[in-house]
């Protein structure tokens, strides 16, 4: 296309009036968060709100400096680097409508593999009030049976050795803080934004931990300089495809390398303890409160359960997107069973009217047939996410001797996903950091059931309750001898 543009700050002032061109004088903005991990959610969450703070209220003292640690990122941070930290938000609505944004409010960007002094340097500036992070739920190096942070992560140990080429984010805040405290600067707020129970405590006691074997004689200082508040992320944001890209070149003449797909729906809710100062998001929309842990529990439990539970059924019944599963009226009332017979009994300080609705709007938001988002996305590291999204629920209803039906066919049927083979014999990929030891126990669970629970320590005490095994093998062996909508349809009558 010869009208084509290219996506940079010269060529933004050319683009077409139907994409929101941002009107902001770039040149005013001065840094004052530097955030880890430029992941499409980021993009389509965070950067959006100071992006939207910067445009409507001339909030010019909280610009992003965006700082990418791994290996794999060395793509988004090319791109960035082409495009100025520019890209386009593209917000696809369940009627099927598109609304095109392009984003300004990452205005610099650091490679760590490349150069982690340069990017340590650049977070121990005192301008950096806040030091935000989406490094997903593998990035916090918790031991999948205990929950603590792991000591003996490879990663972890490596990095208490080579200090000044860190491979894990405690290793560059390590260093970040220690050059503070030397210098005489002042501290800042570490504000995590990932789908982690109480994130703010985890990564607190994680880092304390970090820091307590690699630098003890730090830890003082940081207790009385460094706050981590909890925080509640919400936006379904799905994975960039080559048809988004060449969307935006058809009908924008815009060449994005990267654009950010995502829903109309967001939320962020953040407890408000930050100890150098921070922008005034209420204007946006971001909502302040003293505890997290209502909102929280009701985000993991209903929406990211929700998730997990229509990838895992979902994938074993041959679907590819999140769609088509909550289109399907079987699945959908089983998700809506679940949260109704095990989930909301045990979410008291929620205003069950509010929860009604949330519900609702939950799987609303499933339902939208243009995010296109992939069930390999939500099921990637559910060893990860299961225990977080659902085993609260089980644990809880097992605790109060209430129902655990609906929870314990999930984890029958999640033991199932691991053979690999939907029910009309095609095979699926499996991206998960503990697969091979689950892709064993799978196997072995076909002649013992309870290997696949005792075998993997992630279960932890469940397996200690009888009831709950007696159900898991029961269902695993209806799962293994029919086919998954099948003994959906039996579950949703009570029959099964």
């Known amino acids: 296309m010869s009208n084509l543009l290219y996506l940079n700050t010269e060529n933004s002032h050319s683009l077409a009036n139907s994409i929101l061109k941002p009107k902001i004088d770039r040149d005013k903005i001065k840094t004052g968060i530097a955030h880890i991990g430029l992941s499409n959610f980021h993009r389509a969450h965070q950067a959006y709100y100071i992006h939207e703070l910067i445009e409507k209220h001339d909030e010019l003292n909280f610009g992003i400096c965006g700082i990418d640690l791994l290996e794999s990122d060395r793509k988004i941070y090319n791109i960035l680097k082409d495009q100025d930290g520019l890209y386009t938000l593209v917000t696809k609505n369940a009627d099927g409508t598109q609304e095109y944004k392009i984003i300004a409010s990452i205005i610099e960007y650091f490679y760590g593999p490349e150069n982690p002094l340069a990017a340590i340097e650049r977070l121990a500036r005192p301008d950096i009030k806040i030091i935000s992070l989406t490094i997903a739920e593998d990035g916090y190096h918790l031991n999948e049976t205990t929950g603590e942070f792991n000591l003996t992560h490879p990663e972890v140990e490596e990095d208490s050795v080579s200090k000044f080429n860190p491979k894990t984010v405690f290793g560059y805040l390590t260093q970040v803080f220690k050059l503070r405290k030397d210098r005489g600067l002042p501290g800042c707020t570490i504000l995590s934004c990932d789908n982690i129970k109480a994130n703010g405590d985890t990564i607190k006691k994680s880092f304390y931990t970090y820091v307590e074997k690699t630098e003890p004689t730090l830890l003082p200082w940081l207790k009385e300089n460094t706050s981590f508040p909890n925080s509640m992320v919400d936006r379904i944001t799905t994975v960039t495809s080559n048809k988004d890209i060449e969307l935006l070149k ?97 979410l008291k300080n ?100 309870q290997l696949f629970l005792e075998k993997n320590a992630i279960f932890k005490d469940l397996v200690v309750h009888d009831l709950f095994r007696k159900r898991f093998n029961y269902y695993l062996s209806k799962l293994r001898s029919l086919p998954i909508k099948e003994c959906l349809v039996l579950m949703n009558k009570k029959m099964l």
């Open 250 to 346: 058809k009908t924008h003449h815009i060449y994005d390398q990267w654009p950010v797909v995502c829903e109309p729906f967001s939320k962020w809710i953040i407890e408000d303890d930050f100890i150098a100062g921070r922008p005034d998001w209420e204007k946006v929309g971001i909502q302040f409160v003293k505890k997290i842990e209502p909102f929280e529990n009701t985000k993991l439990r209903i929406l990211n359960a929700g998730h997990s539970i229509l990838g895992i059924l979902g994938a074993l019944n041959g679907y590819k997107y999140v769609h088509e599963v909550a289109n399907d009226e079987d699945f959908i009332l089983f998700l809506e069973n679940y949260i109704d017979t095990e989930v909301t009994p045990n």
């Open 350 to 449: 929620t205003d069950q009217y509010n929860l009604e609705a949330y519900k609702e709007e939950v799987i609303d938001r499933f339902k939208n047939p243009y995010i296109h988002d992939r069930l390999s996305r939500i099921c990637k590291e559910s060893s990860s996410k299961i225990p977080i999204f659902v085993f609260p629920t089980l644990t809880k209803q097992l605790s109060n001797q209430q129902s655990i039906e609906y929870a314990t066919f999930v984890m029958a049927a999640w033991c199932k996903y691991y053979d690999g083979i939907d029910d009309f014999g095609k095979s699926f990929d499996i991206s998960d950091s503990l697969s091979n030891q689950l892709i064993r126990t799978a196997a072995l669970s076909h002649q013992n059931p």
